[in-house]
């Protein structure tokens, strides 16, 4: 009998629903959004039992890879970037939907990280640090060969460390946060503030401007990803590891984004006299990264 988990990546924009086995292969997969005015958990569980329903064999759990932050000890959730969804009940909604107690809760860049270092970018690594860079920006951490949760569940809570405690004010309520900066919707933002125009400003649409030559996608790009740089050094200062895995929407637009931010990362890594291997390294796994570190969750207790 097939053995599988329902795994679930839920983000700013979208939720990602999908039947992974232990083999750890993607049977089915389904998207919701999870936008301003979407009834988010009426779809995601309509997916979800759309999912289970033509799925065949043993469902062992499902685990779940969320936008933070996470309230572990209670099974609940405060998505930033979800502002209707505060403390809410994602490990008690997915128990009574599948009937299972095993119930697999950690953050969405944490599952990531998680993902690529088991099966994707991060195979040769002890230490590895692990982010998504999109409409939000989030991280996780590999250390010593094992996945560093913290105290709450909440480590390496990337996104939103503040790099500039002077600067804007993020939709977290704190200032200068790095998601502020170098997410893909706010690259788009500081562009359109200096001049760049486009019927369809998006990121996707602000980076194929930057390979034309616009001064203005070029000018945000280059900030957005020095903004990055910085952040991503400050733990790799913290931390004395070099291993970095990179992936999300932005981080597939090519080597207008990775060029300048392989710069700005070296650049400020010499000030720390000891940050001279740092290896930058794009997400294998891509879009199915989140769902299968989610899985990994359920389908990892299994094998132990």
């Not at 709450?152 to 704190?174: D, L, M, P, Q």
Request: glycine fraction near 12%; aromatic fraction near 6%.
């Amino acid at each position: 009998m097939s053995r599988y988990a329902l795994a679930v990546d839920i983000g700013a924009t979208k939720a990602a629903l999908g039947i992974v086995t232990d083999e750890f292969k993607i049977l089915d997969k389904i998207e919701v959004p999870t936008g301003a005015g979407t009834a988010i958990w009426q779809d995601i569980e309509g997916a979800s039992r759309k999912l289970l329903s033509n799925a065949e064999g043993k469902c062992l759990g499902v685990g779940i890879g969320s936008a933070g932050p996470l309230h572990l000890d209670a099974g609940e959730i405060s998505p930033v970037n979800i502002p209707n969804w505060r403390k809410f009940p994602i490990v008690k909604n997915f128990s009574n939907l599948v009937g299972t107690e095993n119930v697999v809760l950690h953050g969405d860049a944490m599952a990531l990280a998680h993902a690529e270092y088991r099966l994707g970018a991060g195979q040769d690594s002890q230490n590895m640090f692990g982010m998504v860079v999109s409409t939000g920006i989030g991280g996780g951490l590999v250390l010593d060969g094992k996945l560093f949760t913290g105290v709450t569940g909440n480590a390496s809570y990337f996104g939103h460390h503040s790099i500039s405690f002077e600067g804007k004010k993020c939709v977290c309520g704190r200032i200068g946060c790095v998601e502020t900066y170098a997410s893909g919707p706010k690259m788009v933002e500081y562009a359109l503030e200096i001049g760049w125009q486009h019927q369809h400003p998006d990121f996707k649409n602000l980076a194929e401007d930057a390979r034309n030559g616009n001064k203005h996608a070029l000018e945000s790009i280059n900030r957005g990803s020095r903004a990055l740089a910085n952040a991503i050094v400050n733990v790799l200062d913290i931390l004395d590891i070099n291993t970095v895995v990179i992936g999300g929407g932005v981080s597939e637009s090519g080597e207008i984004y990775w060029k300048p931010l392989r710069e700005h990362v070296l650049n400020e890594a010499k000030f720390a006299g000891f940050l001279s291997k740092i290896d930058l390294r794009p997400a294998k796994l891509d879009r199915d990264a989140g769902l299968l570190g989610a899985a990994l969750g359920v389908l990892d207790n299994e094998r132990e």
